[in-house]
């Protein structure tokens, strides 16, 4: 059932819809049924559909939509040759940059919600952005608001918080929200491959952060989607990763806890007021859910180690995390909340934490060697810059799989 959203009173567009499609006409069928059914008012919410490239089956459906339905457009982008490395995400990056400036260089759109055709959306999908967007216009330190929760797979969160929110330093993704002012900050310099590892690297973020939900207001749809651009490698990952069921009403809830100054001094007590986990106790501990925890981690390797049993999502990307808010990544853990902090963390001091861009290329491989390295796959030496495991990825056909990891330190 659609969340019931209150109409803004100045009767002005809220944010445009920009739909990511290219040559999958099903996903895109499927995700434009659900925002023309979600949207609470055509003329607040105008949809531009951005195919990438000429695929004659994804043109009906853009088309047929565009007709069928008030305020939505389909913009084509023909030349897609990308210039550099990889096709697949070559592709992908030219066609953001080219579809971004559209909407807000020439259609003049000062808010865009980004979406991808194989993506499903909660019911109050709409209702989240538009409060959200409350946070991205009054505070300059929030740049993104995403529908996305990397670690959101149902042992992870809290089933019970449908309208928890969180802020987060990494940048999300899959259903996000930015402003115009952004964007003219960020397309000069915009990748032409690898679009968003390049938007988590600390001289784009600038210390910002986006703010993400307990539970994702989106969902990859397997049956739609493919194996995308990575091969498939994150599928059965992804597939966990549900979109939230019990439709809230944000615009009845207070954004000021999300402004950076409160939500800091509410971390600091909320980490204070929990239960200290020592490093080496944490599979002894008897956790109850009377209480939070806080556990303490050296690195991103023994939070892949130590929490494994709960499939956290150990890949990260410039030294932090995913979903880490000053390197603090908050989880579920026994119907516990538990909060992961580094060891470095001055708890009084949130602002002079530092993500260690090292740890980044440190990560990269031990994802790396979790991946590939192992008896069913490559049992060799595991350093992938070595001229034998070279030659097998080659002998696979899967060298746009070691090129998408990019540099590695071997550990």
Partial sequence: ????????????VIAAVLVMAAKRDKALRNHMEQLV??????????????QDGSD???????????????????IMKKDNVPRLGIKNY?????????????????MEYDYVIVTEDDLDI??????????????????????????WNDNGLPNLVNEDSTAKVWRTDFFPGLGWMLRKELWSELSPNFPEIYWDDWMRKSEVRKGRSCLRPEISRTAHNMKVAGKGSSG????????????NSHAVNFMLLPYENLMKKRYDTELQLALRDSKPVAFNEFDSTSFSPSHSYMWYYLNHHTIGVDVQGDVLHDEGMSGMQRTAYYGVVPVMHKKCR??????????SNLEAYQYDQIRDIQLRFLEFEKTYCNKKLYTGVCDPNSPEMIAWFKAKKWMKRLQAYGPMMVN
Wanted: proline residues 5%.
């Fill in 338 to 347: 538990l909060y992961l902090v580094p060891v470095d963390l001055d708890l």
């Fill in 90 to 106: 070559g592709y992908i990056a030219a066609h953001y940059r080219w579809a971004l400036d559209k909407v807000f260089n020439e």
């Fill in 1 to 12: 059932m659609q969340a019931n959203v209150h109409a803004p009173r100045d009767g002005q």
């Fill in 122 to 147: 909660a019911h109050d999908f709409f209702s989240y952005f538009m409060w959200g967007k409350q946070v991205l216009a009054a505070d300059p330190t929030v740049w993104c608001i995403s529908a």
């Fill in 56 to 74: 004659h089956s994804v043109a009906v459906v853009a088309s047929e939509f565009s007709k069928k339905y008030e305020n939505i457009s389909h």
């Fill in 232 to 243: 498939g490698l994150y599928k059965a990952f992804l597939n966990n990763i549900a979109v």
């Fill in 37 to 50: 059914r979600l949207r609470p008012w055509s003329w607040r919410f105008p949809i531009i559909i951005s």
